[in-house]
């Protein structure tokens, strides 16, 4: 059930961040990556990558872009994330580490995004602006993290799912 209710949470984020944050010059929260790295952390590397690759492709054919390039670096970081907490190199309980995985998830998606337009498209991206967007949608992408995964791992244990030990200075 906690599966289904994330992921109608984070369909209802990529709404807001289509429509909503749209208008304020498309600065929003990265509710695909989000919903990578929490499904990857929660549920292990299999459905954080199955959770990348279909909030990647939704927000691929809902920018009316190039499809692909979001489905590859989402379903990579929910891989990845998903890969790191079932080695055991991370804590999910730790305000930390999910602060950690949205900086790197987003400093990796920007990264992929600007290797794809410069290999193929030939579009260079000096590194100071590259850098301090990637620095800004990362303190968004944070903020709208950690209050979405906070309420998520509240609600968890209504629900009957796993048992939310998540403490931290957020509570």
Same mark, same amino acid.
């Given at each position: 059930? +906690?599966?289904?209710?994330? /992921?109608?949470?984070?369909?209802?984020?990529?709404?807001?961040?289509? $429509?909503?944050?749209?208008?304020?010059?498309? #600065?929003? !929260?990265?509710?695909?990556? %989000?919903?990578?790295?929490?499904?990857?952390?929660?549920?292990?590397?299999?459905?954080?990558?199955?959770?990348? +690759?279909? @909030?990647? %492709?939704?927000?691929?054919? $809902?920018?009316?872009? +190039?499809?692909?390039?979001?489905?590859? @670096?989402?379903?990579?970081?929910? %891989?990845?994330?998903? #890969? %790191?907490?079932?080695?055991?190199?991370?804590? #999910? =309980?730790? /305000?930390?580490?999910?602060?950690?995985?949205?900086? +790197?998830?987003?400093?990796?998606?920007?990264?992929?995004?600007?290797?794809?337009?410069?290999?193929?498209?030939?579009?260079?991206? !000096?590194? #100071?602006?590259?850098?301090? =967007?990637?620095?800004?949608?990362?303190?968004?992408?944070?903020?709208?993290?950690?209050?979405?995964? $906070?309420?998520?791992? =509240?609600?968890? !244990?209504?629900?009957?799912?796993?048992?939310?030990?998540?403490? $931290?200075?957020?509570?």
């Amino acid at each position: 059930m +906690i599966f289904f209710v994330a /992921a109608a949470a984070f369909f209802a984020l990529f709404v807001l961040q289509t $429509s909503v944050f749209g208008m304020f010059g498309g #600065w929003g !929260p990265d509710a695909a990556l %989000l919903a990578a790295i929490f499904f990857g952390v929660r549920h292990n590397k299999y459905p954080g990558l199955q959770a990348g +690759i279909l @909030a990647g %492709l939704l927000q691929d054919a $809902s920018s009316h872009g +190039i499809i692909g390039i979001n489905l590859l @670096a989402k379903g990579l970081c929910g %891989l990845a994330s998903g #890969w %790191l907490m079932e080695n055991h190199l991370v804590d #999910w =309980k730790d /305000a930390f580490t999910w602060i950690a995985l949205i900086f +790197i998830g987003t400093a990796f998606n920007q990264f992929v995004v600007a290797e794809y337009f410069s290999a193929f498209y030939d579009l260079q991206t !000096p590194f #100071w602006p590259a850098f301090w =967007k990637c620095i800004g949608q990362s303190l968004i992408n944070i903020t709208a993290g950690i209050v979405m995964f $906070s309420a998520l791992l =509240k609600i968890e !244990p209504l629900l009957g799912g796993r048992r939310s030990g998540f403490t $931290s200075a957020i509570d």
